[in-house]
């Protein structure tokens, strides 16, 4: 039986982990070494594995109930501090010590915002390993020229090596969600230069992913599109799904008049 407090919440996206085979395939390639981030570790089947492995575990859990659970199955360890707080607004900058990689089967409603955010913002992690909906982490991981490339891909892409590492059923989860998830693997790449101005670029370029990459670009930028563009080996009527990610980076800077 399912203590009450334990019970999985709907509106907080909650699928909790249940089988431990997929906890250890999450946890892959972690060691003594490590101090791990995990976000949303509910009950704590993912957390264990972790703690038998890093060196020590910062868990964040937003949902008060589930607490009790979790200090019950981390009995046995002394090297996992829970944290209590929204993930997406969490200080992780205060996090001590700082953790190097994320690993997490993250909750369905933060899993989109938080990855970028962390991306974006927390550089000290060098390695995000986490589960999401198999939708997402195809989106995350989208070649060019698909119908899931788009402005999540590209950001993401830049900032890290992204691939769909395992494919996840819906019968290790408890409630089972209704779709399969998947595990998502990155590797920080080196900061993008002028990351705010690519990323501004990027979100212009596929405001109407109909349209020609030029005609979404703010006015100032229109007139130098087509040469920038034919610099890069596309043509004048290019869309934005065409391009690479780092080429985005390129025409920022040739249309900044800061190519080198």
Do not use: C
């Not at 704590?44 to 575990?57: D, M, N, Q, S």
């Not at 979404?216 to 596309?234: C, I, K, V």
């Amino acid at each position: 039986m399912r203590r009450p407090e334990s019970r999985p919440k709907k509106r907080l996206g909650q699928h909790f982990l249940v089988d431990p085979n997929t906890a250890r395939i999450v946890a892959r390639g972690v060691g003594e070494d490590d101090v791990v981030l995990e976000v949303g570790p509910g009950r704590g089947a993912l957390t264990t594995v972790l703690a038998e492995r890093a060196g020590l575990v910062h868990a964040v859990e937003l949902d008060p109930d589930v607490i009790p659970a979790l200090r019950r199955a981390l009995g046995p360890y002394q090297n996992v501090l829970i944290h209590e707080g929204d993930a997406l607004a969490f200080d992780y900058g205060a996090l001590d010590p700082q953790p190097n990689k994320l690993v997490a089967n993250l909750p369905y409603n933060v899993a989109s915002p938080l990855v970028l955010r962390l991306l974006e913002e927390e550089k000290f992690l060098t390695g995000l390993r986490f589960m999401v909906q198999l939708e997402v982490a195809r989106r995350m991981a989208a070649e060019r020229g698909t119908k899931d490339y788009g402005t999540y891909a590209i950001l993401a892409q830049l900032l890290a090596e992204v691939r769909v590492a395992h494919k996840v059923s819906p019968l290790v989860f408890d409630p089972p969600p209704r779709v399969w998830s998947a595990v998502v693997a990155m590797e920080r790449r080196r900061f993008p230069k002028d990351y705010g101005r690519v990323k501004d670029l990027v979100l212009a370029a596929f405001k109407s992913r109909r349209k020609r990459l030029a005609n979404n670009l703010p006015e100032p930028l229109r007139a130098g599109a087509p040469d920038a563009l034919r610099s890069l080996g596309y043509g004048p009527d290019a869309r934005a799904e065409e391009l690479r990610p780092e080429d985005f980076v390129t025409l920022s800077r040739l249309l900044s008049g800061s190519a080198v």
